[in-house]
């Protein structure tokens, strides 16, 4: 019972990258971002990870670590990204 509230806890966190990360793509902006935020995040979920590898528990909800951690990783690249596009546009004018 603990691992399925685990799941939906992890999905109810992971349903916001998504949508972050679309919403970036589409706007092409970073206003609002922090890049620090994202890596706070990603520390969380990578120590959820070593918590599942050193408790030898790891099973479906693995899955979830791994899925909230590759749309963490999108988000933040396409923060990254939208804050070099701009600051690269200004210096080749």
Avoid: H, R
Wanted: aromatic content about 16%; charged content about 10%; glycine content about 8%.
């Amino acid at each position: 019972m603990s691992d399925l509230f685990e799941t939906i806890m992890i999905c109810a966190f992971g349903c916001s990258w998504p949508i972050s990360a679309y919403k970036s793509w589409k706007s092409g902006s970073a206003e609002g971002k922090s890049v620090l935020f994202s890596v706070i995040i990603l520390t969380g979920y990578l120590f959820g990870i070593a918590g599942k590898i050193l408790s030898n528990n790891i099973n479906y909800v693995f899955i979830f670590y791994l899925i909230n951690v590759l749309f963490v990783l999108l988000d933040m690249g396409l923060t990254i990204y939208n804050k070099t596009v701009p600051q690269l546009a200004k210096v080749t004018k």
